[in-house]
């Protein structure tokens, strides 16, 4: 079990709460601070999981003419255009496309931790456009686990702490029991005790993945989940997220440029330019930007 300090610095985390001691922890406090629960209370009934569930055909992501312009030294800079996206739920979808081409951006968006100029975005039923930085914090808490590129690994806890965490927040008295099942799954029973600096560059994204499952999210948002992999561990990575996505049921949309993965995937999603273009259309085989 975690102790009630490491308890206190990373429920200080992961609510933005202030607390010095979460303050020198770790790098990753603005990151995790972007993808967890707010804290400042609201009535949470109104966005209860069963509620945000109930969608109208199956659907489980939903954006309407979404955009988003940022201003440069030279203007207005315009990232994503005119996006008209559906996901179903329990659907895999890759999103590729060239380097700048607005995909990593549109998954922000999509995962509520960024806001459009333009447009709406519904995850489960409810419009998260309409929500302020609180409501959507708890969204994340509520609905969205992540995989990112870099592991984004707490470095001051070992691996179970690690995978344990979004459950402890959650206060769920089987954290343990489901973060042990899960690092078995992912092949790390024997690694449990270990910090991030111990572990591969596979093993610690073998850990971020059970940390994402441990969260019991609908959705799973993957960013480059292969990129900082050699070919073999990114096959062997690739297989873990098919696997546990299939058995738990998740949508599961993911940023990447590996070619194995995105044919893995129930749909290819192709942005030329921050627009959505046929995928026929999209770069050759080999060639994914």
Known sequence: MLSPKTKRVFFCVYRGLACDEALEQNSNIQILR????????????????????ETTSN???????????????????????????????SESVAIVG?????????????????????????????????????????????LVGFVFQTFQLLGSLTAIENVM??????????????????LRRVGLEHRMHHYPRQLSGG??????????????????FADEPTGNLDSATGATIIDLIFSLNAEFGTTLVL??????????????????AGELVPHASAIPRGQVG
């Open 34 to 53: 972007r993808a967890a629960p707010a804290r400042r209370n609201f009535n949470e009934r109104a966005f209860s999981r069963e509620k945000t569930l």
């Open 59 to 89: 659907l489980m992501i939903k954006t309407v003419n979404l955009g988003k312009t940022v201003s440069t030294s030279e203007g207005q800079l315009t990232i994503l255009k005119g996006i008209d996206l559906e996901i179903k739920q």
């Open 98 to 142: 060239a380097s700048g081409s607005g995909k990593t951006t549109l998954l922000s968006l999509l995962a509520g931790l960024d806001t459009p100029s333009v447009g709406q975005i519904f995850l489960g039923g409810e419009e998260i456009t309409a929500f302020d930085e609180e409501q959507r914090a708890l969204m994340r808490g509520r």
């Open 165 to 182: 965490l979004p459950a402890e927040l959650k206060r769920d008295p089987n954290a343990e029991i489901k973060a042990r099942e899960l």
């Open 203 to 220: 093993e610690q994204q073998r850990v971020a993945i059970a940390r994402a499952f441990a969260s019991s999210a609908a959705i799973l």
């Open 255 to 272: 940023v990447t440029h590996d070619l194995r993965l995105a044919d893995r995937c129930d749909r290819v999603i192709q942005i030329d």
